[in-house]
């Protein structure tokens, strides 16, 4: 009889033993996982003012390269594509000029986050 009580006696501190290892987990996981999604908030946030950056960089390459060409820059000749810079994966960025009437649209991604693509005007009037 004895010993059937130590058994029930172990099994009911395994079982608060568990419920306290889930809570434990629980509590680590309510705990972490704002933190970890302010971090990656922060690195996208991060990766967009690059691009943007990126957007200036490559505008003015192709437009000084165009000057050096051709002399000043025609309208449609600024419009392409290509890469610049390096992401946090080590990929290379992509941009593209886009003529947008009034303004010159570049757009600039990484091919790891494409989601985060980032989108300057730049108005023709400033040029």
């Not at 058994?7 to 996982?33: K, N």
């Not at 990766?47 to 060409?69: N, P, V």
């Not at 890469?83 to 593209?96: A, F, M, R, T, V």
Request: hydrophobic share 40%.
């Amino acid at each position: 009889m004895g010993n059937s009580k130590n058994i029930q006696l172990d099994e009911g501190l395994r079982a608060r033993q568990a419920a306290g290892v889930i809570l434990c987990l629980l509590a680590l996981t309510l705990f972490l996982g704002p933190l970890l999604l302010r971090q990656n908030d922060l690195s996208a946030k991060r990766q967009k003012a690059q691009q943007e950056s990126l957007a200036y960089q490559a505008f003015e390459i192709r437009r000084q390269a165009q000057k050096a060409l051709r002399g000043p820059a025609s309208e449609s000749s600024l419009a392409g594509q290509g890469q610049l810079g390096i992401d946090p994966q080590g990929k290379p960025y992509s941009y593209e000029v886009l003529d947008d009437h009034a303004n010159w649209l570049i757009r600039v991604w990484s091919p790891a986050r494409p989601e985060l693509r980032t989108e300057v005007r730049i108005s023709k009037d400033q040029l």
